[in-house]
């Protein structure tokens, strides 16, 4: 087939869904043209070395990836939002329609950002039969200039349209399932499908010297929150809970984002001498510094609306076989609860993290040995990379051939 791909994040960006997708579709032999924006992810700012220009379109065999200029600033504000979203939608509608007029089947890799394009997209391709893959919900709470603005009706507007629209609708979880069928999704169309990791990257692998001195400073133990610095992660309740374990562990955060600067004014506040912070690093980095760590830390905001969400670097550190401690609700808790790959409380309640950093340091390293092989197994049991394409695959067709059916009996008729 001719499989388009809209995708607001891709590699470079830690974009291992879409990314990963569309090679396996490659080597599977499907043409694949993916439209999609230049790398910014997670600090919104263009990655050095890159330059937004409209003419950017790269092409090996079978795979064309074109990128269209959107505005990125580094600021997580909802009107910055607005701003990139609604821009990259006005640069996929004029790209769109000649990188992707004759696919037969087009694949939206689901980020609420991607939603204005989408719907703008499936307006000028006609009856192209859409798989949507819904990776995120969004409920705007940044106040009164958001609710004044009248950005989020527009918002869940154009949200519902797509559900409708799509042939597919492919969810990552039962809880977003939910989610998507209250927001408008025909129940028969929502398909589950987990997400995967690059798995490549994100295997078992031992902590070289160096990589060990880095992360940890004696035998204490470490925990460790590698990605994203923001709202949604509420690392405000990480600190909270490592500066009331004092020397009993070690919280490393390892990355960025737009809540960077007040988590470490909180650090510094409380005076917690064992929270430590490390600069972004390429995902090909990340399994040795799990490695050198004795936890990932995966800690989600208790929005009803992520709930259903599972975060990337849960999967990422269930392929590395490393523990988990997750400070979260819903699904994220869960596949850990049920692979017994770790340690679970609920999310903003920093007096229950630092119970469950105190007793993740008392556990022996033999018993965290199990907890990553349980957490590794279910990983590939529930979520590879390979039963994933595999999905996906299986509903491009089902999307493709349930359009042509319908066409075809409209003509008939």
Sequence with gaps: MRVGILTYHFPPEPAFVPGSLAEELVARGHEVRVLTGFPDYPGGHVYPGWRQRWRHQTHSERLTVRRVPRYAAGDDSARARAAGWLSFAGSAALAGRGLLRDVDVLYVHGHPAVTFAATGLLRLLGRTPTVLHVQDVWTERDGRAARDSGWPARREAATRRLYREAAVVAVGSPAMADLVRAGGAEPGRV????????????????????????????????????????????????????????????????????????????????????????????????????????????AQRGLPELRGRVPGKLQAALSCAAPVVASAAGEAAKVVERARAGLSCPPEDWAALADRFWLAAAIPPAARTDMGRRGRDAYLRDMSMQAGVDRIEALLHEAAEATAGRTKLAHSG
């Design 191 to 298: 398909r589950t499908v987990p997400n995967w990791t690059d798995e490549r990257i994100f295997r078992p692998t031992q902590a070289g010297p160096a990589v060990r001195r880095l992360v940890r400073r004696d035998d204490r133990c470490v925990v460790m929150h590698a990605g994203t610095i923001g709202a949604r992660q509420d690392l405000d309740t990480a600190v909270r809970a490592a500066a009331a374990l004092g020397d009993r562990m070690d919280l490393v955060l390892v990355g960025s984002g737009p809540q960077e600067r007040r988590v470490r004014g909180l650090a510094a506040d409380l005076g917690a001498d064992n929270v430590r912070f490390l600069e972004r690093r390429s995902a090909v980095d990340m399994p040795q510094l799990y490695a050198a760590a004795d936890y990932q830390l995966v």
